[in-house]
């Protein structure tokens, strides 16, 4: 059975395509008239507006058959050359069809009156002359409309399907991305809170606080695709945390975070791979470590990020030739489905050691979206 909402739809656009033929009658009804303005007995208006109106209404009747035709015989993926004949044939007998209805109905409503026309045959052989191949025509148009039609709706649905294929592949990049940092980034802290739990109690207490802290913060945002800069970076700091704990004096951070950006929007962990890229191919390899420095700014409507360090910089200063991981990758790609053209990502050397990487996106306030709750 067929659902309300289904049956209002329906009924609306059959109530749409019964006003498309009313003013089909009406236009017709309009030329009809004003060539009748010379004529020497003129015909009233409303006489030439009920022929004109019964035959778009027999048209109207006739809707759902060329409908029908046109959506079981289209001109698409190469039908083309059997649809043809089919609607060639189709467009002879609907268009027939059509003059038969006339033929009854409207001398009965006065038309061809003049004639004194004394059986049904004369009357039909009369509109077959006049109206048969502008019926032919009627058909054709109606039939063109309703593949134009077809092909649009065809057109929104792959579009929406390659939309929600594109945010179901984001969404996996960004559960992909996630996932790299769990093994990884647990297998060297647990290692480093093991080397502390006889040697320092109270600082591997702490380590595993913020581990905890941090998973939870990562798992409880696994399907967001967006989040205030303020939730990322507090985030970041509980990673920041239990790296500087593992690097001891060997890490330095620094933030300068203008204070109207903290509300801004920014895809969900999307700084915390361009720290941990810095870490590990910047300072992890010095010996006596470095400085990491973290930066959001806004200006002309976009929001500026950068990530900068001072290790062991770029090969050759050539950003081309740093091989990027699964962090990078998903980050360029993740980036150019949320912003398209509108957003810069660069990797570019800083001084003559370290790495800059800039992000500028389009700035919006971040909003948020309820969510269902399931049992």
């Given at each position: 059975m067929a659902s309300p909402v289904s049956s209002r739809r329906r009924a609306t656009k059959w109530l749409l395509i019964f006003g498309v033929w009313t003013l089909f009658g009406l236009f017709?009804?309009?030329?009809?008239?004003?060539?009748?303005?010379?004529?020497?007995?003129?015909i009233s208006f409303w006489r030439i507006l009920s022929w004109?109106?019964?035959s778009g209404y027999a048209w109207f009747l006739a809707s759902p058959l060329i409908f029908w035709l046109s959506k079981k015989y289209a001109f698409d993926d190469g039908k083309w050359k059997a649809s043809v004949p089919i609607h060639v044939v189709a467009?002879?007998?609907?268009?027939?069809?059509?003059l038969c209805v006339d033929a009854y109905v409207l001398?009965?409503?006065?038309?061809?009156?003049?004639?004194?026309?004394?059986?049904?045959?004369?009357?039909?052989?009369?509109?077959?002359?006049?109206?048969?191949?502008?019926?032919?025509?009627?058909y054709w148009g109606t039939v063109a409309i309703h593949q134009a039609i077809l092909n649009y709706r065809k057109y929104r649905e792959r579009e929406l399907q390659t939309s929600q294929l594109e945010a179901r592949l984001a969404q996996s990049r960004l559960?992909?991305?996630?996932?790299?940092?769990?093994?990884?980034?647990?297998?060297?802290?647990?290692?480093?809170?093991?080397?502390?739990?006889?040697?320092?109690?109270?600082i591997a207490d702490k380590m595993l606080t913020d581990l905890s802290d941090l998973l939870r913060m990562s798992f409880e945002n696994l399907e967001v695709q967006e989040i205030p800069l303020k939730q990322e970076l507090e985030f970041l700091r509980k990673y920041l945390e239990i790296e500087q704990t593992r690097f001891h004096d060997r890490l330095e951070v620094k933030m300068d975070i203008a204070t109207d950006t903290l509300d801004a929007s920014v895809p969900n962990m999307i700084l915390q791979p361009l720290v941990e890229n810095a870490i590990k191919?910047?300072?992890s390899p010095k010996a006596e470590g470095g400085h990491i420095n973290?930066?959001?700014?806004?200006?002309?409507?976009?929001?500026?990020?950068?990530?900068?360090?001072?290790?062991?910089?770029?090969p050759s200063n050539d950003a081309k030739l740093i091989a990027e991981g699964v962090g990078l990758s998903n980050t360029r790609r993740r980036l150019k489905h949320l912003y398209g053209e509108g957003h810069k990502f660069q990797l570019t050397p800083e001084g003559d050691h370290g790495v800059n990487v800039v992000l500028d996106i389009p700035y919006k306030q971040y909003k948020e979206v309820p969510r269902t709750i399931e049992d």
């Open positions: 017709f009804a309009s030329q009809f008239a004003l060539q009748n303005q010379l004529s020497e007995n003129p004109q109106l019964s467009s002879v007998v609907v268009a027939l069809g059509i001398p009965k409503l006065g038309y061809l009156a003049r004639f004194n026309l004394n059986s049904y045959w004369e009357t039909y052989k009369i509109l077959f002359f006049v109206n048969f191949h502008f019926s032919i025509a009627i559960q992909v991305l996630k996932m790299q940092l769990h093994p990884h980034f647990l297998f060297n802290t647990l290692n480093a809170i093991s080397e502390l739990v006889h040697r320092d109690p109270d191919h910047g300072i973290i930066g959001a700014s806004r200006n002309d409507g976009h929001l500026h990020l950068s990530v900068s360090d001072d290790g062991v910089g770029m």
